[in-house]
């Protein structure tokens, strides 16, 4: 009874509480989210690209993984099958997923780290802190990677405050606890992990339950698989027995694993019987599908048996993030929550893998450019594809439209908001791009429904044909286009540069490659 009255009063304001059964059934519900995004995931570590019902979603191979709960997942949802990164790099695309602006006005133009001044100003108002001003109950897990990285810790980890002694130490040089107060974006419910270390990290929380009885601030350390450490704090907050939330009140809840990003090189920074079952004897042309993969001399890749290696340990990741997704998407379930739940499965960005022999990210490759992005809610959208070109600003405006939340959209936000296209299936009034902007500091580019053309740093050009060289293995010269498609990549690119308000257009560099 007392989960159906939660169900009927959700998100409700405190003031209606003393009016009648009839006025509480005729408000609108408000939908919780739940946001999960493990970080270096790529769009083709899905097996639902080998479904007949998505064989054809996409013009390349899927990545031959196990993820059969993410399957269920797309096939409840909208499938964005051209969701892009903007900037493939964790910090940037955090901040733009924060803040809905572009990195050289977000503060994060590079990944944070102890050298530099990259982080979120506190000025900005924040996806979370909107939400939170709008009454919900707002959650963060696992990783973060949009605050400055200072040496405020002593030798244990702990946070002091002061760079000055027992201070001065940091616990990673490319992240870093964020203490209470505005870094956490308003973010009530706080447990953050630290390291790239898929079964050590550095645990954090203001919750002393969650970390072994120590003070926000103190460290603790699970030795346990990372995602499935996350994946019980989440549990918890969903079952709700300790009180982690007020259940009158609808929740955000914002999940990011670290894994399947680096390290990849060793047995032990996988589940050792997820390998054994799944890739332990395959042989390099079953694991590695891909046509464009390159290694040994002039690349970022030693040879095929070592690739093979990392390409088997990274798939094994995959399949126990997918694992531990299905334990939360089943408890949601069972705790009644599913239908009123706007769910999102994304990325921060994806992962080379040996593809034009290159591993990890920061790339206009596709494999590191295009990400995974389903959104699923129950009753409102109809499962499907979409080929919308959705980018990282435009996450925060479309989803707090879907969320009736659009009007309290801060004047900073440079996104799009697209959720009454993706409503409706009738993109009227926000028209779909025509291209989606790809940002690094010492490039820019951009990507329409055919082309990916890039501008690199000395005034250089790189452009592929996806349609007839879906694997962008045969780099054109724009005189082998039309007239007509290099005039707007030119364009589009010059269009993005001035959105952005990017360093590049006030300068005007490269006015033989990019329109202003």
């Known amino acids: 009874m007392k989960r159906i009255l ?28 739940v946001y999960i995004f493990p970080d270096q995931y790529r769009l083709n570590a899905l097996s639902l690209w080998s479904d007949p019902a998505y064989r054809n979603v996409l013009n390349t191979v899927g990545d031959p993984v196990h993820t059969p709960n993410l399957d269920r997942l797309a096939k409840q949802s909208v499938v ?3 969701a892009c990164s903007t900037c493939p790099l964790s910090s940037p695309h955090r901040a733009m997923l924060m803040t809905g602006a572009f990195p050289e006005k977000n503060g994060v133009p590079g990944n944070c780290h102890v050298n530099n001044q990259n982080g979120i100003p506190d000025s900005l ?23 400055r990285t200072e040496a405020l810790f002593d030798k244990e980890n702990n946070y002091v405050g002061t760079n000055k002694a027992p201070g001065g130490h940091c616990v990673y040089p490319y992240d870093t606890y964020i203490p209470e107060g505005r870094g956490r974006k308003s973010n009530k419910y706080w447990f953050q992990q630290l390291k790239d270390s898929h079964f050590n990290a550095t645990a954090y929380s ?17 030795h346990r698989f990372t ?61 590695l599908l891909r046509p464009n993969v390159k290694f040994g001399e002039g690349t970022q890749v030693k040879n095929l048996e070592q690739l093979t290696f990392q390409a088997k ?38 992962e080379m893998m040996g593809s034009h022999g290159r591993m990890a990210k920061s790339v206009i490759y596709n494999e590191s450019f295009s990400i995974p992005f389903f959104i699923r809610y129950p009753g409102r959208l109809k499962p499907g594809v979409d080929d919308l070109m959705l980018g990282a600003t435009d996450i925060m405006p479309t989803l707090l ?12 936000v440079k996104g799009k908001d697209y959720s009454q296209g993706i409503l409706t299936g009738k993109y009227k009034n926000v028209k779909k791009p025509v291209s989606q902007f790809f940002y690094q500091q010492k490039e820019k580019g951009v990507r329409t429904d055919r082309y990916s053309y890039l501008v ?61």
């Open 456 to 516: 690199t740093k000395d005034g250089n050009y790189q452009l592929f044909d996806n349609l007839k060289d879906p694997y962008q293995m045969h780099a054109l010269k724009m005189e082998e286009i039309s007239v007509k498609q290099a005039k707007l990549l030119k364009k589009e690119l010059g269009n993005w540069l001035k959105v952005s308000e990017d360093s590049w257009g006030k300068e005007q560099k490269f006015p033989d490659r990019i329109t202003y």
């Open 313 to 350: 340990i990274y798939f094994s990741l995959v399949k126990s993030v997918d694992d531990e997704i299905g334990r939360v998407l089943e408890v949601l379930d069972e705790e009644g929550l599913t239908e009123n739940t706007i769910l999102i499965f994304t990325a921060d960005h994806g």
């Open 401 to 412: 439209g879907m969320m009736n939340l659009g009007d309290k959209l801060p004047e900073t």
């Open 125 to 147: 108002v924040c996806f979370t802190d909107v939400l939170a001003t709008a009454g919900y109950e707002t959650a963060y897990v696992g990783k973060t990677h949009w605050h």
């Open 206 to 222: 203001n919750r002393p339950e969650l970390v072994g009885g120590q003070k926000d601030g103190e460290p603790f350390r699970y």
């Open 6 to 33: 939660h169900k009927l009063i959700w998100g409700l304001p405190t003031t209606l509480f003393a009016g009648t059964c009839t006025q509480l059934l005729g408000q609108e519900q408000r939908p919780n989210l």
């Open 227 to 287: 995602p499935e450490v996350e994946a019980d704090v989440v549990i918890s907050y969903l079952r709700n027995k300790q009180e982690e939330r007020d259940p009158s009140k609808p929740f955000s809840l914002f999940w990011s694993m670290n894994p399947p990003h680096t390290p990849y090189h060793r047995l032990t920074d996988c589940r050792e019987e997820v390998f054994n079952q799944y890739y332990k004897d395959l042989k390099p042309k079953e694991v």
């Open 80 to 82: 964005f099958n051209r």
